[in-house]
């Protein structure tokens, strides 16, 4: 059961203390509707709020309002992938709530970067056309740099302590769910409760090159020019229910066939990150990658 200090802390001071900070194509939105499923944890009205790094600590009243503050959860959370990309982002949080939790999921570094790969696409980032080997061509700081770990999570680390900082994997969480769910639930100290969503669902898959069309001419319109329309939809179960289904139907993103310089390429590109991911002793992941076909997240 969670401790006294907890409740009353979060009571006195009606701060988040509970922050998802990474990793982008990383399970993050599986973890957000994990949580948000808690009896006693409320995360906030929409996943992502990107506060810290750009409002923070202006317009802090509005930032809480995306949280029910009045009631007496143990924990209000919110999750932004990006969070982990800016180190200043660490010392944002710690100076906000010095006794806030973090958690933060990683994935494979070349799985990872190719999961984002496909979703550019899917968001109209990307052309269809490109390969791979095209793209790693050209500048490719930003989709790389989100798989360096090594550059950014140390500064997390170096400010909040084992008990308030919980790392794991993607591939870890993937293959024992309901483990993964009670070591959230005994880093937490909540009450423990069954695994709230199915298993094998994914919150924010990727798809095929016919989804991502369909996709591109119905949801990224809505999302560019009317984001709190898009905001109302993704609150819509039906919406997300509707997603999935035609994700059933028009199926998931298949990876295109590396050449083994490119393979190469990458597992170079990642050979600190792995290494970094090693001293942590993070299971589930392993040089070199390529593991499976297709991204579900």
């Not at 423990?192 to 669902?201: H, T």
Request: aromatic share 12%; glycine share 4%.
């Amino acid at each position: 059961m969670p401790s006294v200090n907890i409740v009353s802390n979060l009571i006195k001071n009606s701060r988040v203390n509970l922050f998802v900070v990474g990793v982008n194509k990383s399970g993050t939105s599986w973890l957000y509707h994990l949580l948000k499923e808690h009896p006693q944890i409320n995360m906030s009205d929409r996943k992502e709020l990107y506060y810290f790094g750009q409002e923070y600590p202006d317009a802090i009243d509005e930032y809480h309002s995306h949280f029910d503050i009045n009631h007496k959860y143990l924990y209000f959370g919110e999750a932004t992938p990006i969070y982990y990309r800016d180190p200043e982002i660490a010392d944002q949080i710690k100076e906000y709530n010095p006794s806030a939790k973090l958690i933060v999921i990683v994935r494979d570094p070349i799985d990872r970067f190719l999961s984002q790969f496909y979703f550019q696409k899917q968001i109209g980032k990307i052309s269809e056309k490109t390969t791979v080997e095209q793209f790693l061509a050209g500048d490719t700081r930003v989709l790389l740099s989100d798989s360096h770990y090594e550059n950014t999570m140390p500064s997390f680390s170096r400010l909040f302590d084992s008990d308030q900082l919980f790392v794991n994997s993607l591939e870890a969480a993937k293959s024992d769910p309901e483990a993964f769910w009670q070591n959230v639930i005994e880093f937490l100290e909540v009450e423990s409760i069954p695994l709230p969503l199915p298993r094998d669902r994914s919150e924010n898959p990727t798809g095929s090159k016919l989804f991502r069309r369909i996709y591109r001419a119905t949801i990224q319109p809505v999302k560019r020019r009317n984001y709190a329309l898009y905001e109302a939809m993704l609150k819509k179960r039906a919406l997300r229910w509707t997603k999935l289904v035609l994700l059933k139907l028009t199926g998931l993103a298949k990876k295109e066939e590396l050449s083994q310089e490119i393979k190469q390429k990458l597992i170079n590109e990642f050979e600190s990150t792995y290494e970094y991911l090693k001293s942590l002793n993070i299971s589930g992941i392993s040089p070199p990658g390529f593991k499976t076909d297709e991204y579900k997240e």
